[in-house]
């Protein structure tokens, strides 16, 4: 079979779809890379939002008539398999049954939402999208409930991979010329708590031994889940990014007790400190959600102000979407206007924009190293240990290190100027 797969989403299911597509190469069949060729298109689906959802209905019936047999996996998938049904499908199959992707192809399985992600480990086939890059997923699930998310309905309870199996897999990608890791989960400072003396400071303590790996990375967590010695941790090994993504989703404390969020305005910002006293260099990524039930202008004031303190190098924006089964959706009724969210996401953006903007200016002139990370238009992007993207007008080969000199902050992108290659590079 030629397969075509459109992935929509967060990064763990991109990585999921870097697996399917493993398991299928490795069973005889062909991933295509231009949708005519496909005698069948996987469509690995998201649904945080209902935009996100949306999309997969469009989809499916822009590619039947097209002609298409169509297969669907992810998020939707596993939660909205009964609406899915009244589409002509070929298969649904669930977040934690990925490795049924197979049989589902072959005709075999057409609906699975069973629990076998176990059977995901370090032996797992993966195509991965990047050749010296390597996600790997150290923690499946959530157990958090934020009352406006879908996630913990759609990928389950939370469940940590062996830390061996995750250790062998880093070593497997050291050796096939990988230089690059990027550890993920829901929650990914999770890791470890439904096991004995494991913990996310431990896997990175260990992993950043390993040799052949230059730097590793760590996504999303959960902010009250940042503990001490993972500060510690990070601030010690070289080799750990120094960016933080610790969503903070609103400022508003009462808001915050009404998002099920586990910390305060102020033991949130009392992180963000502990973080830049004890990490040199450090960045803090976040995620805010706008119009939350019963946001007033004054609860959007305070995420406003929140956002002036922490000043993230990186911030998303989203407008709250109810999601079926939530308890937000249940019991609280989305009333703030979409205008207004509108009218919020704008003043966040712009606030958000002089952050960057300050941040990324007062950095040029400074000298920084940078790892490869693609080309674009004749030129090479790569990013800093803290997580910031810097443009290169020579083409480099992905995985290199380098030492440049930022140059200029123009439009959002960060410039530079390559000042030697690193000893790492072959
Ligand atoms: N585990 C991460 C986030 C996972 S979902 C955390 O706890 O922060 C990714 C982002 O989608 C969230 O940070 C949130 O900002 C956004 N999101 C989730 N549910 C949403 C909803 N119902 N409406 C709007 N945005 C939502
Ligand atoms: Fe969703 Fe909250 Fe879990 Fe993040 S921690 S995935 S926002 S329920
Ligand atoms: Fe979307 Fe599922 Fe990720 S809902 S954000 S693809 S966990």
Redesign the pocket.
């Known amino acids: 079979m030629k397969i075509f797969f459109k992935t929509y989403g967060?990064q763990m299911n991109v990585h999921d779809t870097e697996v399917m597509k493993g398991l299928l190469v490795n069973s005889g069949h062909t991933i295509v890379t231009e949708l005519k060729t496909a005698d069948l298109v996987v469509i690995n689906t998201c649904a945080?939002?209902g935009k996100s959802e949306n999309k997969v209905y469009s989809l499916i019936g822009r590619l039947k008539k097209g002609g298409y047999k169509v297969g669907i996996t992810g998020c939707v998938a596993q939660a909205m398999s009964n609406k899915l049904k009244n589409y002509d499908v070929e298969f649904i199959i669930g977040t934690r049954a990925i490795t049924s992707i197979i049989k589902a192809v072959e005709g075999t399985k057409k609906i699975d939402l069973e629990d076998h992600i176990c059977e995901v480990n370090a032996t797992t086939p993966a195509l991965r999208r990047q050749k010296k890059h390597a996600w790997v997923n150290i923690i499946a699930g959530?157990d958090?409930f934020?009352t406006?998310?879908?996630?913990p309905y759609t990928r389950g309870r939370e469940l940590s991979r062996p830390l061996e199996d995750i250790v062998d897999e880093v070593k497997s990608l050291a050796s096939q010329g990988y230089n690059q890791v990027t550890f993920l989960g829901?929650?990914v400072d999770s890791y470890g708590k439904d096991m004995d003396n494991t913990s996310l400071a431990k896997l990175l303590e260990i992993s950043q031994r390993i040799e052949g790996i230059e730097r590793f990375w760590f996504l999303?967590s959960?902010p009250s889940d940042v503990t001490t010695k993972l500060i510690d941790t990070v601030a010690k090994y070289p080799k750990l990014s120094k960016n933080f993504h610790i969503?903070a989703?609103s400022g508003s404390n009462r808001i915050l007790k009404k998002m099920n969020r586990r910390y305060s305005r102020s033991e949130y910002l009392e992180l963000v400190n502990e973080i830049r006293s004890k990490v040199e260099g450090s960045t803090i990524g976040g995620?805010?959600?706008v119009g939350f039930p019963t946001e007033t202008d004054e609860d959007f004031e305070e995420t406003l102000s929140l956002v002036k303190a922490a000043r993230y190098i990186r911030l998303?924006v989203?407008?709250?979407?109810?999601?079926f089964g939530?308890v937000?959706s249940k019991f609280y009724p989305d009333d703030v206007p979409y205008e207004v969210k509108k009218i919020r996401i704008a003043k966040l953006a712009s606030l958000q924009h002089d952050i960057e903007k300050s941040l990324n200016e007062k950095s040029v002139g400074q000298e920084v190293e940078i790892m490869i990370e693609g080309n674009s238009a004749g030129r090479s992007y790569g990013r800093t240990i803290d997580n910031r993207m810097v443009f290169v007008n020579d083409k480099i080969p992905e995985g290199e290190i380098l030492k440049v000199r930022l140059t200029a902050f123009k439009s959002g992108t960060l410039y530079g100027q390559i000042r030697k290659v690193s000893v790492f590079a072959k």
Not at 148 to 151: A, L, P
Not at 318 to 323: D, E, F, I, K, L
């Open positions: 967060c945080v939002r959530c958090k934020c406006y998310c879908i996630v829901q929650n999303t959960y969503p989703q995620d805010i959600i998303n989203a407008p709250y979407s109810p999601r939530t937000a």
